[in-house]
Structure formats: C-alpha cells, structure tokens
C-alpha cells in the first residue's frame, strides 16, 4: 500500500509543469479593450426619422446657426481687441471679464439651443476660484463638452495652438484667455505647466482653468489616465462629471468611429438633444498628494469615475498614436492599445521603445493578416518547427491562453520573460554549448547538431536562421557576432532557457521513476520487513 502511495506521488510530480507560467495582476488586459472605439447603430426607424428630419428640420436649424454667426462674428472681433491672447499677458479686468462672459455664454446658449440642445441639466453646485482655481471635467468624449464653458461661466480653458487659427470659434477662444498648448513645440508641455501653476495659484486674479484630464476623446465606457498637469499646482480641484442620456447617441467622437461633420447631421436630425453636468464637491489634495501629482490625479479620478459608476483604465493619448501607427502598418487600428502608461511605468518603456516593436510584431503578425501571432507564425519568425520548447515559450507570451499573442502580449514577453533570460552569462553559456570542439567559433555543423538534439527532430534544415546569423558571410559565427544577433532577438534567450529547464525536469523526473521502480520492488517482496517499508517510503516521499 505504502509503495503505492509512493509510486502516485512521483506521477503526479512528473504531470507538474516545471516552471509556473509567471503573470502579473497588474499587467492583466484592462476592463475596457478600446475605450477609442464607437459606432452608431441606426435602426430602421431612427434612418426613416433622419430622412425625414434632414428635409425639414436641419435646414431650419441650420439658417438659426447661421444667424448666430452673424453676431458672433462681430462680438469676436471686439473681443479679439479687449482680450490679449497673449499667455503672459496681465489678465483682463474685471469689467471685461464680466461683458466677454455675458456675450459667450448667450452665444454659447443660442448655438446649443439650435442644435438641438433645449436645455442644459446643472446638478451640483459650482465653487468659485477662491475654492477650487480649477475645474477637471471628464469624460471627454466630444465637442459638445464645451457645454461645460457655459454652466461654468465661461472659464479658462486649456486647449490646442490649433483651436486659436479655427474661424470664428478662434476669435471665440481667445476672449477666455485661454492656455494654448503647442504639441509641435519641444518645452510647451514645461510652459504649460508653470502658465497652469501661475493662475491656479493667483488666489482669484485669473479666472477659473477649466481642464479635460484625459487629453483626449473617449467613447465614455471608463476613464483613462489623467494628465498630471491639473495637478500639479497643488491645489483644490472641483471635478466635473459630463452625461448624454440619449437613446441614441449621436455626440460621441472618438478615434475609430464617424467624423465630426457625420455626427453634427445626426445630432441636428434628433428631435432634441440631452447633456448633463454635474459638479461634484471639491477635492482638497492632502499633502501627500500634493508632493504626488500621479497619485493626486488617480485619486481624483476614482472619485469620479464612482460617480459615474465606470472603471479606469491606463490608457492615454500614447496609444492613439501606437494606434495610427499600427493602421500605417496595415494592421487592425486597435492593435496599438497597450496602456501605455502601465507600460510605461511598470516596464520603463518610453513611446520610441514601444513604437520601434511595434514594427518588429507588424513583421510577423501580418503574415496572419488578423493582427495577431498563432504557433506558425511564431515559429516561422524563429525559423524553427514546432517543438515542446517552443509550445512552451508561445504558452509564455501568450497571458491570456486564447492561442494568440497580441502586441501587447508580445511586449510584455519580451520585456518580463526575454530580457531577463538574456544575460551575458546566457549568451556565454548557450556560445560554449555550441562551439563543441572549442575553437572559438560555431560552424554551421556544430550549430545543426545542438538544435537537431535539443528540439528532437533530426532533419532540422538550419541554413537559414544560420545565414541570418553569420551576417559577414564566414561560414562561422564569432562569439562578438553571436552576442550581437542574442542582444537584437532575446525571444531566443527564453527559448534557450526552457530547453534546458526541460532537460533538467528530464533528469529529474529519470531520478523519481528509479526511485519508484525501487520502492515497488520492495514491496512486492515477501522479505521485505514493514521497517525497511517505511523507511523507503520515506525516502521516495
């Protein structure tokens, strides 16, 4: 009985893996996939309703836009003298102020209203500068959040160079004194942030800053990253949280989904049009957080995203551009999502690192044409068949066991299984594996024998991972060169580390079955004393 139980305990080691598939909690897939992502779904009726609508309705709205513009237009060119859109510029006094506001928030009721926005819902109460110097609103996920500017008394805003050169609203813009931020320039991100530290902490002299975290559109399915640059002063915020509870949803504008022009036709085609804006109490940084700008934003977004009963993601403006990058590269746009600022933060990857795989996954994934790497194309990469070793290293990159690596997956491989594996004291080892007689150098026999023996497949043709190697042609690889193809393909480094952790499992796994074939003989013999037994069940145990 005893050798029984021994003999099942070495079974059920040698169906245990022998080294645990590492995964990270933190580097899971987030809630939300693609929070730049949305499609409107037109029914039937809603086609048959716009149709309509587009005959009678729109061109009405349409002539009462154009009336709006032709008094805008003056009142912008008047503000355009009373307010300097200078960033340094003194702040404009307080009659000004008081008549720029009064003419952008009639301006701003009359175009909404034309839209088809009848009313503004306001929850909440708004604090003034002296309570909270700025106003975080998020989600963003549209151009008709400006109807933030109007329930808010027409703050400053933050807001692209661009905006200021766009016809009429530009003139529009300008009246608030806005913050304009230039992407093209190399330290407007440090301007921006000492023009935001100067009026947040001005105690009442500048008008109130009004900022949209996230820095980009969303379909408002969560809240991604908040840019740390509200934060930063230190000072009390009041979040800001924005709602569209239509039926059908004609406002959302994101990335990957209708133009801008498209969904101005639907919103104008609706009936009526509904926002909500409500201003949630003020949050005072503690001093903690105050140190922390990261840790500040993340705490304020948590407030908001309760309230608006959706989850946070890490991801931010990075991946729209990995995004645009990955469609460039003919693969699937939503390919580029990574989180960037888990990545970032968690892999100590800067954009350019992420970027220049991302061109690395385009070579091998668009061979499948889906975007994503299956068990051939990875083999195909390594220019090696499909063996245990390599079922098991794919098993690795792929975290969420689908059969597939999506970059993502591909990222995290390399950086959490790959470059650690790919040490100068593995390159050395795997180099005087394959140099069998010792002369410094690998030859193409040398390097057939080891991979034909350790992949178990005897017709291995390795001419070509091999002319890849010996990039000088040689027919012999120097250590200098080995090191160099190691360093640029560290999936190699894992691959070579499974192979000999399975060798070792094997040798392992020889020593227990011996061991069992004793204990079995033992018991089965009728000499064999209960002390012995105990003793050799011990042992095998």
């Known amino acids: 009985m005893s050798g029984s139980c021994a003999m099942n305990t070495g079974r059920s080691r040698s169906v245990n893996r022998v080294f645990p598939v590492p995964r990270q909690n933190s580097l899971l897939q987030p809630p939300i996939i693609n929070p730049f992502i949305y499609h409107v779904h037109l029914s039937v009726t809603d086609k048959l309703k716009i149709a309509v609508a587009s005959i009678t309705l729109v061109p009405l709205r349409l002539l009462c836009i154009f009336f709006v513009a032709l008094v805008a237009w003056p009142c912008a060119l008047l503000g355009r003298v009373c307010c300097p859109v200078c960033a340094n510029s003194d702040p404009i006094p307080n009659w000004k102020r008081r008549a720029s506001r009064f003419v952008l928030k009639s301006l701003g009721r009359a175009f909404f209203f034309c839209m088809g926005f009848m009313e503004i819902k306001v929850k909440g109460k708004k604090a003034n500068a002296a309570e909270a110097p700025i106003l975080v609103v998020a989600p ?20 692209r160079a661009e905006n200021a050169d766009i016809p009429l609203f530009g003139l529009l813009l300008q009246c608030s004194q806005p913050v304009l931020v230039s992407r093209h320039e190399t330290n407007s991100r440090r301007k921006t ?17 009004m ?4 820095g980009t559109c969303t379909n408002r399915t969560c809240l ?21 509870p239509n039926r059908l949803d004609t ?16 919103t104008l085609c609706q009936p009526y049009s509904k926002v909500e804006v409500e201003f949630l109490p003020v949050y005072v940084p503690s001093e903690e957080e105050k140190c922390d700008p990261l840790l500040y934003g993340n705490r304020v977004r948590s407030v908001m995203a309760l309230a608006l009963d959706v989850p946070v993601t890490d991801h931010t403006f990075e991946d729209c551009r990995l995004m645009i990058s990955a469609g460039e590269l003919t693969l699937p746009m ?25 061109d690395n996954f385009a070579a091998i994934a668009n061979v499948s044409k889906g975007g994503r790497i299956g068990i051939e194309e990875f083999a195909n990469h390594l220019k090696l068949p499909i063996t245990p070793p390599l079922r ?13 690596i999506d970059f993502r997956e591909y990222i995290i491989g390399l950086v959490v299984l790959c470059s650690p594996a790919n040490t100068e004291e ?5 180099f005087k594996l394959f140099d069998l007689d010792k002369d410094g150098y690998i030859s193409e026999e040398e390097f057939a024998a080891l991979l034909r023996s350790s992949l178990g497949v005897h017709d291995l043709d390795v001419s070509k991972l091999f002319s890849d190697i010996d990039v000088e042609g040689a027919g012999k690889i120097s250590y200098e060169i080995f090191r160099e193809f190691a360093l640029a393909h560290p999936e190699y480094a894992k691959l070579f580390t499974t192979y000999l952790e399975l060798q070792r499992y094997k040798v392992l796994q020889t020593k227990d079955d011996s061991d069992d074939d004793e204990t079995l003989k033992k018991a089965q013999s009728p000499n064999t004393s209960e002390e012995s037994l105990s003793s050799s069940d011990k042992k095998a145990d």
Request: proline share 6%; aromatic share 12%; net charge neutral.
């Open 251 to 266: 406002v959302t504008w994101t990335w990957q989904g209708p133009n801008a022009m498209t969904l101005v036709f639907l």
């Open 334 to 358: 939503e390919v580029g999502l990574v989180e960037f600022t888990k990545i970032n933060k968690k892999l100590n990857l800067n954009w350019d690192n992420v970027r220049s795989q991302l």
């Open 426 to 430: 593995t390159i050395q080892f795997a």
């Open 211 to 214: 900022i949209f975290p996230e």
């Open 140 to 159: 963003h996920s549209s151009f008709f959040d400006a109807a933030v500017n109007i329930v808010a008394d027409m703050p400053s805003t933050v807001s």
């Open 392 to 404: 098991d290293v794919f098993s690795l990159f792929d975290r969420n066991g689908d059969g597939t």
């Open 193 to 209: 942030v000492e023009e935001i530290t100067k009026r947040a902490q001005s105690r009442g002299k500048w008008p109130q800053l």
């Open 224 to 244: 991604i990253t908040f840019k740390s640059g509200a934060f930063i002063p230190g000072v009390p915020v009041q979040p800001v949280i924005i709602r569209y």
